[in-house]
């Protein structure tokens, strides 16, 4: 077998650990010995062993005279929960590694790599580069720029709809949709929406899908004026999940009672009474939020888009058109820019999930004719 064959094993079992690792990155191993896989791994979630540890524990004395196959660069750092796994790989008997991806961490970058040279170990790096890349690309930019990665995921009609008139926009795809939305939300570390989704949907933004929903998202309210309720069903609570409000000035009152609540505000102004939402991404990057997905309606989308956070956005077309009794477009305008202009979507991925047709795409930001608009 190649080099690929034993790594695309090692990226499978890495998925393993979607939306568990938080900032760190998803990480799979693999021992393999005479052409058979001995022994293998992934990081299971924030805290726990590396993905090269529980490999080699798993391979045992086989492990001496292998080779480790590893989606990321091993590290060599020791300022975190874990020991460094680049000693355990030296001990462990491995004569060659072989590495997906350089890890773009300055406390690593290339340093482990050298630390096994120096070992003596034979290292080589780039098999599956690229899938790696994709698999841990929020925790990438959050290492590499403070930010998380942000994911838009919009439903509408084939009419460009996102509810009817009684404010039914939870209805507009298919149940295969719906669920996919909570595998979605079971993926990311938090997701956000805007007072006008929590007013007029009361939504829980939990994961209902048995199976999936081990894993809570963290939630992130965008709400200028404090308007929200304490007892909305978004601050139900769930053992180990955050749950925010960002505003641009904080009543006192109205911050004291949320808090009772357990629920953090985030002050992030942008001097015109609006919130922030680049101040805002910052602040949860500092958090160690990784990958954030946005649920919010027209506003919040095209406020999203023209600020330039966005990554990646997922749109959710339903095979229904809406007429007279559809309210609300894909994305309003703001008051900074008419939505005539124009963003282009590069990367296409168009598939089907039931009846609803998903299109992917990367916002192209050379093509944006948006202002830089950054509020809420």
Known sequence: MTDDTHMRLALRLATKGLGRTGANPMVGAVVVKNGHVVGHGYHRAIGESHAEV????????????????????????????????VPEIISSGVTRVIVAMVDP???????????????????????????????????IKLITTGYPYVTLKVASSLDGKISVANGESRWITSVPARRYVHRLRSRVDAVLVGIGTVLEDNPSLTVRLPGENRHQPHRVIIDSQLRVSPEANVFIAYQGVRMFVACAIADPTKKALLEKKGVEVIEVSDGNGRVSLSDLMVHLGRMGFAHVMIEGGSRISASALETG???HVLLMIAPVFLGDCGVRALLEKTTQSA????ITLTDLRVRRIGSDLIIEGRPDSSTSTLSAGNHV
């Not at 005279?65 to 020791?78: M, Q």
């Open 309 to 311: 956070i966005v990554d």
């Open 54 to 85: 529980v490999a080699l524990a798993h391979a045992g004395k086989k492990a001496r005279g292998s080779s480790l196959y590893v989606t990321l660069e091993p590290c060599v750092h020791k300022n975190k929960r874990t020991s460094p796994c």
């Open 105 to 139: 961490n300055p406390a690593v970058n290339r340093r482990g790599i050298h630390a096994l040279l120096q070992a003596g170990i034979e290292v080589a790096d780039g098999a599956c580069g690229a899938q790696a890349s994709r698999l841990n690309r929020s925790f």
């Open 339 to 342: 939505l005539a202009d124009r």
